[in-house]
């Protein structure tokens, strides 16, 4: 029997619930997909979603177009736990490999060519859409997995992409150094990323490194921004961070299980140039950064420092309509009906 609708199951853990908030984690790229993408590409049609938190639920539901979880039986579920932070990171190169090949069963690669300045490895793991523009001075490296830059990308000259990696349509690579990473359409890449995932609309457009992370839609990473993704002893990295609903000075610890990991940034976040991110930080959704935060944990819609006072809320909504206007996007009046649900309850 084909698995037509899906129940969506959403703890709303510290590990998974970062990432994106307004839409929740299940449309958030768990690889080149996001988990609803890729059921969708399986022959799913509907989408039902569950979680603790009524109000909440009743919001991203309207957001992102799923179902009521009563709203009849599902074939199958799907639970959040699948989508930890350390689990995504851990297995990105495995997930973007076998993304690559569903692209192709799919017909999503049908048309894309194999030709770049300079290509290390086999050719035949290197796709590209005939629309997106490989400056001379490129090196693509395809011997550790496969490469698919999409329509209407641009890789400006000097970049080395080494798969598995994949870059999404209207995507700006300029001068960069990307490994085992994914970058959503719009994104706007230099500097060095490694094994992370930038979601759609999200800029990191100059020098800083930023490895083994998941950054959220609509993020703007200033010059220089670093995060670090090594303990200086090897040990195990911890995110700490409040649970959902809960005060930001309540902490809840949550063991990535890999040695391996740099930050959680969501939606919406800015930080300033030269900003410093330590091992396992965690930065909340809206918040606004001038310099490196003192601890590992950002709460949600900060202005400057976590020290300082909130973003108010209508310039914060007033800053993001503003920045998707510049893409030529509209942020629908029910995903910002979650922004305003999640800032009151970061603020109570």
């Known amino acids: 029997?084909?698995?037509?609708?899906?129940?969506?199951?959403?703890?709303?853990?510290?590990?998974?619930?970062?990432?994106?908030?307004?839409?929740?984690?299940?449309?958030?790229?768990?690889?080149?997909?996001?988990?609803?993408?890729?059921?969708k590409a399986e022959g799913v049609t509907h989408f039902a979603y569950a979680c603790r938190d009524e109000r909440y639920g009743d919001l991203v539901r309207s957001a992102a177009g799923f179902e009521h979880e009563d709203a009849g039986e599902?074939?199958?579920?799907?639970?959040?736990?699948?989508?930890?932070?350390?689990?995504?990171?851990?297995?990105?190169?495995?997930?973007?490999?076998s993304d690559v090949e569903l692209m192709g069963r799919t017909g999503q690669l049908d048309g894309f060519v194999s030709d770049a300045p300079a290509i290390i490895g086999a050719d035949s793991a290197f796709k590209r859409?005939?629309?997106?523009?490989?400056?001379?001075?490129?090196?693509?490296?395809?011997?550790?997995?496969?490469?698919?830059?999409?329509?209407?990308?641009?890789?400006?000259?000097?970049?080395?992409?080494?798969?598995?990696?994949y870059i999404g349509p209207d995507a700006r690579i300029d001068s960069a150094h990307l490994s085992s990473t994914v970058i959503g359409r719009h994104g706007r890449l230099g500097g060095e990323v490694e094994a992370s995932i930038f979601n759609d609309f999200s800029n990191k457009h100059h020098e800083g490194f930023v490895g083994h992370s998941l950054i959220g839609q609509w993020v703007n990473l200033g010059a220089l921004t670093t995060t670090s993704d090594l303990k200086n002893n090897y040990g195990e990295v911890r995110l700490t961070a409040p649970a959902h609903g809960a005060a930001h000075d309540?902490?809840?610890?949550?063991?990535?299980?890999?040695?391996?990991?740099?930050?959680v940034i969501s939606e919406f976040v800015k930080t300033g140039i030269g900003t410093l991110l330590s091992t396992g930080s965690v930065i909340d959704l809206g918040a606004?950064?001038?310099?490196?935060?003192?601890?590992?944990?950002?709460?949600?819609?900060?202005?400057?420092?976590?020290?300082?006072?909130?973003?108010?809320l209508d310039r914060f909504l007033g800053d993001a309509e503003t920045i998707a206007a510049r893409r030529k996007q509209t942020l629908s009046a029910a995903r910002l009906a979650v922004l305003r649900h999640l800032y009151t309850q970061a603020t109570a």
């Open 250 to 263: 309540v902490p809840v610890a949550y063991d990535t299980g890999t040695i391996k990991f740099g930050s």
């Open 288 to 312: 606004n950064l001038f310099e490196a935060p003192e601890g590992k944990y950002v709460p949600a819609f900060v202005w400057g420092s976590a020290r300082a006072p909130r973003y108010r």
């Open 74 to 97: 599902a074939d199958q579920g799907l639970s959040s736990t699948g989508l930890e932070a350390g689990r995504i990171i851990d297995t990105l190169d495995q997930r973007i490999g």
């Open 1 to 39: 029997m084909t698995t037509t609708r899906v129940l969506l199951d959403d703890d709303l853990s510290i590990a998974t619930r970062f990432i994106s908030p307004t839409l929740s984690v299940f449309n958030a790229r768990d690889g080149v997909f996001t988990p609803v993408e890729r059921l």
């Open 129 to 165: 859409h005939p629309s997106a523009v490989i400056e001379p001075g490129c090196i693509i490296n395809t011997e550790n997995g496969p490469v698919v830059i999409d329509a209407n990308a641009r890789i400006a000259r000097m970049s080395y992409i080494a798969g598995p990696a």
